[in-house]
């Protein structure tokens, strides 16, 4: 087992990705906004790829929808609950593997290609240019390809910045290189972070045709650190309806933590 495989079946080996959408309002934007950008781009009915899907909260979704959902994921602890999942839902099927080895999936394979996890844990620039090769390979032209990514800012600020001690002077050191402009990725930060302009920069070669880039969560994750934090239902429709109207705005990228690249295959 490789170093990376190790790093990532410790972090989620307690089953906490499980309800990780649902137990707070970022999480529960997160994947509203997640789910209306497939809605609006994804071709319907079709075959769908997940990759890196964790417990299967789209996956299962999307079956559920009418898809035929191929879920990959690479971690045993997560693994386990994806498969107990496909057990009841006959449109979904449970793989164990890596986004960077898709060769038992043919060219021109899936409508759409959801890469939500991966590039959270990819640190080498050839394995982060792998697995998008990969994920783009197995795409049908013309359809859909949604890869997610992190906010170096937000990790530096969600991270670092928002109790004491605030150890900004590891948060810059782990996330940046010495002129404070190079990001840095390495195995021991488990989540690594990108600049917008940076992960867009991944797909500058590749045969996609660029749709949007998606804030998914906005300003939310900072918000609920308070104490006094308290969110109605009234309130948070209201606060989704602003989000989804303004998600794509690029002034409004930079107060996410999550964020989606949207795009199709030529």
Partial sequence: MDKRTQILNSLYRDGREET???????????????MDCIDR????????????????????ALAREGYRVTALELTDGNVKILREKAKGQPRL?????????LSSFA???????????????????????????EAIRVTKPGGTILAAFLSVHAILCCNYLRRPP?????????????????????????????TVEGFEA??????????????????????????????????????SAYHLAH?????????????LYCCYKR
């Fill in 166 to 194: 605030y150890h900004v002077g590891a948060g810059l050191e782990e996330n940046f290189e010495g002129d404070l402009k190079t990001v840095r990725h390495f195995p021991e930060q488990g989540f690594t972070g990108f």
């Fill in 93 to 101: 099927t449970a793989l164990q593997g890596d986004a960077l080895d």
């Fill in 247 to 259: 998600c794509r705005d690029r002034e409004l990228l930079g107060m996410s933590s999550h964020l």
């Fill in 20 to 34: 990780r959408l649902g137990r707070s309002r970022h999480g529960q934007l997160e994947y509203l906004t997640t």
């Fill in 202 to 239: 991944l797909f500058a070669d590749k045969p996609v045709s660029h749709i949007a880039t998606v804030s998914t969560d906005g300003p939310l994750e900072l918000a609920e650190d308070r104490a006094d934090f308290y969110m109605t239902d009234e309130d948070f429709r209201l606060f």
């Fill in 107 to 133: 060219d021109d394979s899936f409508d759409l290609t959801l890469c939500l996890g991966p590039l959270y844990h990819l640190f080498d620039p050839r394995d982060m240019d792998r697995a998008l090769t």
């Fill in 41 to 60: 781009y994804a071709p319907y009915p079709g075959a769908v790829l997940e990759l890196g899907a964790g417990t299967g909260t789209y996956s299962l």
